[in-house]
Nanobody
Framework: QVQLVESGGGLVQAGGSLRLSCAASGRTFNVFAMGWFRQAPGKEREFVAAINWSGDDAVYADSVKGRFTISRDNAKNTMYLQMNSLKPEDSAVYYC??????????????????WGQGTQVTVSS
């Protein structure tokens, strides 16, 4: 089992930036596929970005491409999501997830077997 804890959420004006962190513990971090998802009120949890075990391959949702950057520091057991040019429609609870079976990029939320508790991001217009 892997424990995931997100941090870095908050309130920001449109056009601003935030960096989310996801700290992992409990198992060897550097063999996991990892990802970020978000869920707005009344909507399904949606894919934001995913990264492979080594950090050299990543995939982004079209809605965040060019604005968000996913990365990981395996030495620190931490994954990041740098969010720039934020828009009000980016407001949601952001979750990090780990797939302890796969090492490549994983896009489907149903494949992830470990989730954090989420961190709120609110972007004001």
């Amino acid at each position: 089992q892997v424990q995931l804890v997100e941090s870095g959420g908050g309130l920001v004006q449109a056009g601003g930036s935030l960096r989310l962190s996801c700290a992992a513990s409990g198992r060897t971090f550097n063999v996991f596929a990892m990802g970020w998802f978000r869920q707005a009120p009344g909507k399904e949890r949606e894919f934001v970005a995913a990264i492979n075990w080594s950090g050299d391959d990543a995939v982004y949702a079209d809605s965040v491409k060019g604005r968000f950057t996913i990365s990981r520091d395996n030495a620190k057991n931490t994954m990041y999501l740098q969010m720039n040019s934020l828009k009000p429609e980016d407001s949601a609870v952001y979750y990090c997830a780990a797939d302890t079976i796969k090492t490549g990029v994983v896009l489907s939320r149903y494949q992830y077997d470990n989730w954090g508790q989420g961190t709120q991001v609110t972007v004001s217009s």
